[in-house]
């Protein structure tokens, strides 16, 4: 096998590259707006069961993702609750689809969203939302004129670790989706396949590196942002 043989990707690898960066994407743009509400709501408001809506945002981080994923599976399958409800009614098929892919992602990287998003409002100056009520600025137009705009670059920065997140998610994502090429076979998914191919060292590389590439870039602005808000000198 030729050095160009071995970097060259196949069509296969490309839309697996292609699908993963949609389902990333997708699952960290639709994963914003909820994100941003419960991260001010758990940043500036009190109220009964604050403690459970935290550590409801927080358990995809602690449970096994399968166990999501076949959750995801009971309650949006075709069967499922919510999933035949939306099957029925609207045409819309999460299970085995690449949009359930995205909604799997946009559950286990929510929790990285929210945390990143809440301390970033934690950390915006209160004083300066209280002086433009007391002018009389509105609730909402001193989130979106105040609150917002100081608090922008861990909103971002938590956009960028839940797209990281998604891009390698793989337990939660085969068990709703499955591993079907074209559809819903993302990086990691395909290179659980590969490792079932004889010969597939090459392929598993070559999307490996991608991964990590992206990653990487991923985790580094992510950082930067996060030390913007700082007003840290290094970027």
């Given at each position: 096998?030729?050095?160009?043989?071995?970097?060259?990707?196949?069509?296969?690898?490309?839309?697996?590259?292609?699908?993963?960066?949609?389902?990333?994407?997708?699952?960290?743009?639709?994963?914003?707006?909820?994100?941003?509400?419960?991260?001010?709501?758990?940043?500036?408001?009190?109220?009964?069961?604050?403690?459970?809506?935290?550590?409801?945002?927080?358990?995809?981080?602690?449970?096994?993702?399968?166990?999501?994923?076949?959750?995801?599976?009971?309650?949006?399958?075709?069967?499922?609750?919510?999933?035949?409800?939306?099957?029925?009614?609207?045409?819309?098929?999460?299970?085995?689809?690449?949009?359930?892919?995205?909604?799997?992602?946009?559950?286990?990287?929510?929790?990285?969203?929210?945390?990143?998003?809440?301390?970033?409002?934690?950390?915006?100056?209160?004083?300066?939302?209280?002086?433009?009520?007391?002018?009389?600025?509105?609730?909402?137009?001193?989130f979106l004129g105040i609150t917002l705009p100081l608090?922008?670059?861990?909103?971002?920065?938590?956009?960028?670790?839940?797209?990281?997140?998604?891009?390698?998610?793989?337990?939660?994502?085969?068990?709703?989706?499955?591993?079907?090429?074209?559809?819903?076979?993302?990086?990691?998914?395909?290179?659980?396949?590969?490792?079932?191919?004889?010969?597939?060292?090459?392929?598993?590389?070559?999307?490996?590196?991608?991964?990590?590439?992206?990653?990487?870039?991923?985790?580094?602005?992510?950082?930067?942002?996060?030390?913007?808000?700082?007003?840290?000198?290094?970027?």
């Amino acid at each position: 096998m030729t050095a160009t043989a071995t970097i060259a990707f196949t069509p296969e690898e490309l839309t697996a590259i292609a699908l993963s960066l949609k389902v990333a994407t997708a699952a960290a743009l639709c994963s914003l707006p909820p994100g941003i509400a419960i991260g001010w709501l758990l940043a500036r408001k009190r109220f009964p069961g604050k403690a459970l809506l935290d550590a409801l945002v927080h358990l995809p981080l602690v449970l096994p993702p399968v166990v999501l994923g076949y959750a995801l599976l009971v309650g949006f399958g075709t069967r499922g609750a919510i999933g035949g409800w939306l099957h029925e009614y609207l045409g819309v098929t999460l299970a085995f689809r690449w949009t359930g892919a995205a909604l799997a992602c946009a559950v286990m990287g929510f929790p990285l969203m929210v945390r990143s998003i809440r301390l970033s409002i934690e950390a915006t100056d209160r004083r300066l939302e209280q002086a433009a009520a007391t002018l009389g600025a509105t609730p909402w137009r001193v989130f979106l004129g105040i609150t917002l705009p100081l608090a922008w670059p861990g909103i971002v920065a938590g956009a960028v670790l839940a797209f990281a997140k998604a891009l390698g998610e793989f337990g939660a994502t085969i068990t709703f989706v499955s591993n079907i090429p074209g559809e819903t076979q993302t990086i990691s998914s395909a290179i659980y396949g590969l490792l079932q191919v004889p010969g597939g060292e090459a392929g598993i590389w070559r999307l490996a590196a991608v991964a990590i590439a992206i990653s990487l870039a991923a985790l580094l602005a992510s950082e930067w942002l996060v030390r913007r808000q700082q007003g840290g000198d290094e970027a």
